[in-house]
């Protein structure tokens, strides 16, 4: 990804996460944010952006990434990612997908957010139980 445009996106949602309309729910805003990042980006940057995307389309073939997290929290990167990638789509219309292979997290409830939410094929309970073999 391109530094730059890194840069304007972690800082949109910085300070969106300090200020008061976006405190009670920030993730809410995400996707809206996402967007006005995109808008106010220079053409270079997304002319730089889109040919990166491309490449990566290309890389995976199928368009489809492979995630797994060990400490996941909530996996809020997936969500982040699912974001990213529909903006990306309808500004570039490059279909990249997220295979959410194992998420790895020992609290209760924060493995059945991320069930619910993200749908791994596994969920490991403890980062001392991962296994190459079934982390593929």
Not at 71 to 83: A, F, H, K, Q, R
Not at 84 to 108: Q, T, Y
Not at 109 to 136: G, S, Y
Request: proline share 4%.
């Amino acid at each position: 990804m391109d530094p730059l445009f890194a840069y304007f996106f972690m800082r949109r949602i910085l300070d969106c996460l300090c200020v008061n309309s976006c405190v009670h729910s920030p993730m809410a805003n995400l996707q809206k944010h996402f967007g006005e990042v995109m808008k106010d980006c220079p053409s270079s940057t997304l002319i730089g952006l889109r040919a990166n995307l491309e490449r990566l389309h290309l890389f995976f073939e199928t368009g489809q990434i492979r995630l797994g997290s060990a400490c996941s929290g909530t996996d809020g990167v997936c969500y982040v990612l699912e974001i990213m990638f529909k903006a990306w789509h309808e500004a570039f219309g490059i279909n990249l997908r997220i295979d959410h292979r194992w998420s790895c997290e020992s609290v209760d409830w924060k493995q059945q957010f991320i069930l619910d939410h993200f749908e791994p094929k596994v969920m490991f309970p403890d980062a001392l139980k991962l296994k190459h073999e079934q982390a593929d």
